[in-house]
């Protein structure tokens, strides 16, 4: 449903408040600060809602400044922990083997991907996989993926080079894998 008319900054919250709420929780990871993330861009649209000139529609715009405060959130998280563990979580030396082959070798998709990763409980699932992935990979693989940031731009606000977002999002999307593949969302090994 495509909105046509614009709401009073007073609706904001009870019409588009459960979707910023799930979008910024998809994001950051934590209950509190989606919500606070939420409270700030209502406060911000609504400072800046006489220049919103309609160009999308209302929630559009709301989301476009969430994006905006969630990557802000990332980069002070990133701040206040500069510890990049890469011994931590190895995740390499629990899939590879010394000679770089797989331990053991990915599962095949049982499912069309394509419709599998559309479905609410395939996002749940890389909700809940991505909550058991370190911090540093995690926010990588947030900005680069769920955000689109470009490498460069994302690489800039996690204060990293761009090989080491390189390798914070390889590892990210091995642990993802794994989780997946233990959640069911892959078929038998081949």
Not at 32 to 41: F, G, N, P, R
Not at 91 to 116: K, M, T
Request: a negative charge; proline letters at 3%; one cysteine or more.
């Amino acid at each position: 449903m495509t909105e046509t008319t614009q709401s009073l900054p007073e609706e904001w919250l009870e019409r588009h408040g459960d979707a910023l709420y799930a979008f910024a929780l998809r994001r950051v990871f934590d209950s509190a600060s989606a919500e606070d993330l939420v409270q700030d861009t209502l406060l911000s649209a609504w400072r800046s809602h006489a220049t919103f000139r309609a160009e999308s529609a209302e929630r559009t715009w709301l989301i476009g400044i969430l994006k905006h405060k969630c990557v802000d959130e990332i980069r002070r998280r990133r701040r206040a922990d500069r510890v990049y563990s890469t011994d931590e979580h190895d995740i390499e030396a629990q899939l590879f083997r010394a000679d770089g082959r797989w331990r053991e070798p990915p599962a095949a998709w049982s499912d069309d991907p394509l419709r599998q990763a559309e479905s609410d409980a395939f996002l749940n699932a890389v909700g809940h996989c991505l909550d058991n992935v370190p911090p540093a990979q995690r926010d990588s693989f947030v900005m680069r993926e769920l955000h689109d940031l470009d490498t460069a731009v994302a690489s800039q606000r996690l204060g990293v080079s761009q090989n080491n977002l390189y390798v914070l999002l390889h590892r990210a999307r091995l642990h993802l894998r794994r989780c997946l593949e233990k959640g069911g969302f892959f078929g038998e090994t081949r």
